[in-house]
């Protein structure tokens, strides 16, 4: 059954004693493996092996080799049913020479147990010598072993013939061993191919295991940052179909991740979604582009991103699309472009009767969604109270913008409002631009000047007003806003609208409620409140430490009739900030324009043109233009310095 026993003992000691045998041809790599065996000590005449781990020893090894005894037991089964009853069997040892697993017909199995050929037993070239697991591990490649080839006697009698493949992994280290023995008779090339082919098998096995692993980790990964984004996240692959949705994404359209995963994303949303779809299909970059999406149940404002992913050629292979619930790009808009109410009406100045019932008429609109009309001269503040109510209302955490009608371009008014799609006219922006009334969504806009907008104008504004949407210049998509309007102006609307120049329709639409500011000539009683606000607020801006405000400096701003209302006095106090010298705001520092158009009022300096009149006031400008320098004034004066000093002694100057 092995062939003649007597005689594969009498080759192998002829081998040993003298190196050769009568016909026998022995491979330079068995010899340099003898002679390696001969270095380690290795006794050939010993009986077994017995270097044999535990079976607690070997489960450890097992376990450490999972993947790799995995892959080959399936390898070596399959084998196994197309040579059972041949007298093969198939073994797989781990790097270090452990054998793990055994496969074969059970006589065979038995027999070359004789040596120990068994599972946990160590048949590297240190521990057995020459042999075809331990050489194959040595030279990293694949080896056949005859029976008089083995370095030991006892293997040379149970094992006969061994064909044996060395398993590589992915950076090319060996990781184990296939090894095929069989009778000496029925072993030839084709059997060391057969070890060959099952090797190379259990190698792309386990890189397709590796593979796979590494995928599933990449997914795994993947799914983790995707539903841990603060963002909607969808992949489409370039047919359109869903290939990954993070759960915000799916809340936000509404759909279910498991089912929706390789369905074209068009055949997923309702109808009437041809304006989001095609956006998505244009292979154009979007950058946070206020969509509408129309679901079953509700319509939702999105900011959609979306980029292609592009090969070499310039293909679409798919895209990343980034859905942005409104109310997030609200607050990127607020943080960009600044759209917050500062003033409340804590910061609101006046105790005026008639400056009172205007401000609690605004508290009141502020308890309302109704639009607001606030009239009054120019620097009244109804840039202020538009702000209160706003903050005061329950729009309070959404944008404000402020626009004034006046100060745009006519032909930019629309565009600012409204919005417009790429392409609408020449210089337009790419992807187009959401307008104010898009990105005040649930918050308000206030309209100064609004008595300057134009006619075409008011009747776009008056639609949006009455229909809730907005519909962007050069586009046809309806959008549905959410915005209170508090309007402003400082002409008489009234007779706007009896001149043409103004619609009675809009002005009924804007004044359902309407809020008068006095102007500043008939609050006088607040002018001292405002000062005594204005120096603490103006002061510290400017570095500038003010302790009041002289009597009869607080006589002229009482007696000017300030046509500029409150935004004249704030610029008239904070002039007077910059040019006093001292601590105390006095008349000297006031505006010459306002002190003279008091009838009655002449300064100091001017009621007696005397002599000493001209040369006190000559001292105290040139003590102003030179800082106090006393040396330079006196200089500039031709006198001595003990001179002017007398002289700032007699006209009480300090």
Same mark, same amino acid.
């Given at each position: 059954?092995?062939?003649?026993?007597?005689?594969?003992?009498?080759?192998?000691?002829?081998?040993?004693?003298?190196?050769?045998?009568?016909?026998?041809?022995?491979?330079?790599?068995?010899?340099?493996?003898?002679?390696?065996?001969?270095?380690?000590?290795?006794?050939?005449?010993?009986?077994?092996?017995?270097?044999?781990?535990?079976?607690?020893?070997?489960?450890?090894?097992?376990?450490?080799?999972?993947?790799?005894?995995?892959?080959?037991?399936?390898?070596?089964?399959?084998?196994?049913?197309?040579?059972?009853?041949?007298?093969?069997?198939?073994?797989?040892?781990?790097?270090?020479?452990?054998?793990?697993?055994?496969?074969?017909?059970?006589?065979?199995?038995?027999?070359?147990?004789?040596?120990?050929?068994?599972?946990?037993?160590?048949?590297?070239?240190?521990?057995?010598?020459?042999?075809?697991?331990?050489?194959?591990?040595?030279?990293?490649?694949?080896?056949?072993?005859?029976?008089?080839?083995?370095?030991?006697?006892?293997?040379?009698? #149970?094992?006969?013939?061994?064909?044996?493949?060395?398993?590589?992994?992915?950076?090319?280290?060996?990781?184990?061993?296939?090894?095929?023995?069989?009778?000496?008779?029925?072993?030839?090339?084709?059997?060391?191919?057969?070890?060959?082919?099952?090797?190379?098998?259990?190698?792309?096995?386990?890189?397709?295991?590796?593979?796979?692993?590494?995928?599933?980790?990449?997914?795994?990964?993947?799914?983790?940052?995707?539903?841990?984004?603060?963002?909607?996240?969808?992949?489409?692959?370039?047919?359109?179909?869903?290939?990954?949705?993070?759960?915000?994404?799916?809340?936000?359209?509404?759909?279910?991740?498991?089912?929706?995963?390789?369905?074209?994303?068009?055949?997923?949303?309702?109808?009437?979604?041809?304006?989001?779809?095609?956006?998505?299909?244009?292979?154009?970059?979007?950058?946070?582009?206020?969509?509408?999406?129309?679901?079953?149940?509700?319509?939702?404002?999105?900011?959609?991103?979306? #980029?292609?992913?592009?090969?070499?050629?310039?293909?679409?292979?798919?895209?990343?699309?980034?859905?942005?619930?409104?109310?997030?790009?609200?607050?990127?808009?607020?943080?960009?472009?600044?759209?917050?109410?500062?003033?409340?009406?804590?910061?609101?100045?006046?105790?005026?009767?008639?400056?009172?019932?205007?401000?609690?008429?605004?508290?009141?609109?502020?308890?309302?969604?109704?639009?607001?009309?606030?009239?009054?001269?120019?620097?009244?503040?109804?840039?202020?109270?538009?702000q209160a109510i706003h903050n005061a209302s329950s729009?309070?955490?959404?944008?404000?913008?402020?626009?004034?009608?006046?100060?745009?371009?006519?032909?930019?008014?629309?565009?600012?409002?409204?919005?417009?799609?790429?392409?609408?006219?020449?210089?337009?922006?790419?992807?187009?631009?959401?307008?104010?009334?898009?990105?005040?969504?649930?918050?308000?806009?206030?309209?100064?000047?609004?008595?300057?907008?134009?006619?075409?104008?008011?009747?776009?504004?008056?639609?949006?007003?009455?229909?809730?949407?907005?519909?962007?210049?050069?586009? #046809?998509?309806v959008i549905p806003v959410n915005v209170r309007v508090?309007?402003?102006?400082?002409?008489?609307?009234?007779?706007?609208?009896?001149?043409?120049?103004?619609?009675?329709?809009?002005?009924?639409?804007?004044?359902?409620?309407?809020?008068?500011?006095?102007?500043?000539?008939?609050?006088?009683?607040?002018?001292?409140?405002?000062?005594?606000?204005?120096?603490? #607020?103006?002061?510290?801006?400017?570095?500038?430490?003010?302790?009041?405000?002289?009597?009869?400096?607080?006589?002229?701003?009482?007696?000017?009739?300030?046509?500029?209302?409150?935004?004249?006095?704030?610029?008239?106090?904070?002039?007077?900030?910059?040019?006093?010298?001292?601590?105390?705001?006095?008349?000297?520092?006031?505006?010459?324009?306002?002190?003279?158009?008091?009838?009655?009022?002449?300064?100091?300096?001017?009621?007696?043109?005397?002599?000493?009149?001209?040369?006190?006031?000559?001292?105290?400008?040139?003590?102003?233009?030179?800082?106090?320098?006393?040396?330079?004034?006196?200089?500039?004066?031709?006198?001595?310095?003990?001179?002017?000093?007398?002289?700032?002694?007699?006209?009480?100057?300090?």
């Open positions: 059954m092995h062939g003649d026993k007597k005689e594969m003992i009498r080759i192998w000691k002829v081998l040993r004693e003298k190196g050769e045998c009568e016909g026998i041809i022995v491979s330079q790599e068995i010899r340099d493996s003898w002679a390696r065996s001969r270095a380690y000590g290795v006794d050939p005449f010993k009986r077994k092996n017995h270097h044999v781990l535990s079976a607690e020893e070997l489960e450890k090894r097992r376990i450490k080799n999972r993947a790799l005894l995995e892959e080959a037991t399936v390898s070596m089964q399959n084998l196994f049913k197309f040579t059972e009853g041949s007298g093969f069997a198939f073994t797989l040892a781990d790097g270090d020479g452990y054998l793990l697993k055994r496969i074969g017909d059970k006589w065979e199995l038995e027999f070359t147990a004789g040596a120990n050929f068994s599972e946990g037993a160590n048949w590297s070239e240190q521990v057995m010598g020459t042999n075809a697991v331990g050489l194959a591990l040595a030279l990293g490649k694949p080896v056949q072993v005859f029976g008089y080839e083995h370095y030991c006697l006892c293997a040379t009698i #149970t094992i006969t013939t061994c064909s044996a493949s060395p398993i590589f992994d992915s950076d090319g280290n060996v990781i184990g061993v296939l090894d095929i023995t069989g009778p000496f008779e029925l072993v030839n090339r084709h059997t060391l191919g057969m070890a060959v082919a099952a090797a190379r098998s259990i190698e792309r096995q386990l890189a397709l295991c590796q593979a796979y692993q590494e995928s599933e980790m990449a997914n795994m990964y993947k799914s983790i940052i995707m539903d841990s984004m603060s963002d909607g996240v969808i992949t489409l692959d370039r047919e359109g179909r869903v290939t990954h949705m993070n759960g915000l994404a799916a809340r936000m359209l509404s759909l279910d991740p498991r089912t929706a995963l390789g369905k074209r994303l068009c055949a997923l949303v309702p109808s009437g979604n041809r304006l989001f779809l095609a956006k998505l299909a244009d292979n154009k970059k979007l950058c946070s582009e206020p969509l509408i999406l129309r679901k079953t149940d509700e319509t939702v404002k999105l900011a959609v991103s979306c #980029t292609p992913l592009v090969d070499r050629n310039d293909q679409v292979l798919g895209k990343v699309v980034i859905l942005q619930a409104m109310q997030q790009y609200r607050r990127l808009i607020k943080r960009v472009a600044g759209a917050r109410a500062k003033i409340t009406f804590d910061d609101i100045v006046g105790s005026s009767s008639n400056f009172k019932s205007a401000v609690k008429q605004a508290e009141r609109a502020a308890t309302s969604d109704s639009h607001v009309l606030l009239l009054g001269e120019s620097g009244t503040g109804k840039d202020l109270l538009a729009r309070a955490g959404e944008p404000f913008f402020a626009i004034n009608c006046a100060a745009l371009p006519r032909e930019l008014i629309s565009s600012e409002l409204f919005g417009y799609e790429e392409g609408a006219f020449t210089g337009a922006r790419k992807g187009g631009n959401p307008g104010k009334f898009e990105l005040a969504d649930q918050g308000t806009v206030f309209l100064d000047e609004i008595g300057e907008m134009a006619l075409d104008l008011q009747a776009s504004l008056l639609r949006v007003l009455e229909e809730g949407t907005v519909v962007r210049l050069g586009g #046809t998509e508090i309007a402003a102006t400082n002409k008489n609307l009234m007779d706007e609208v009896r001149k043409g120049r103004f619609r009675l329709d809009l002005y009924y639409r804007l004044g359902v409620i309407v809020i008068q500011i006095p102007p500043l000539r008939e609050r006088k009683g607040d002018i001292p409140e405002l000062v005594e606000h204005f120096m603490k #607020t103006i002061g510290p801006r400017m570095g500038k430490k003010v302790a009041g405000i002289e009597d009869r400096a607080m006589d002229v701003l009482l007696g000017y009739d300030w046509p500029g209302n409150v935004r004249e006095l704030s610029n008239v106090i904070e002039r007077a900030i910059s040019m006093m010298l001292g601590e105390v705001i006095t008349v000297d520092v006031l505006p010459f324009d306002i002190i003279q158009s008091q009838e009655g009022y002449i300064p100091v300096w001017e009621k007696t043109p005397s002599r000493d009149n001209v040369e006190e006031q000559l001292i105290r400008n040139y003590l102003r233009k030179f800082k106090d320098n006393k040396s330079r004034v006196a200089k500039e004066l031709g006198i001595s310095r003990s001179s002017l000093y007398r002289k700032m002694q007699k006209y009480s100057i300090v």
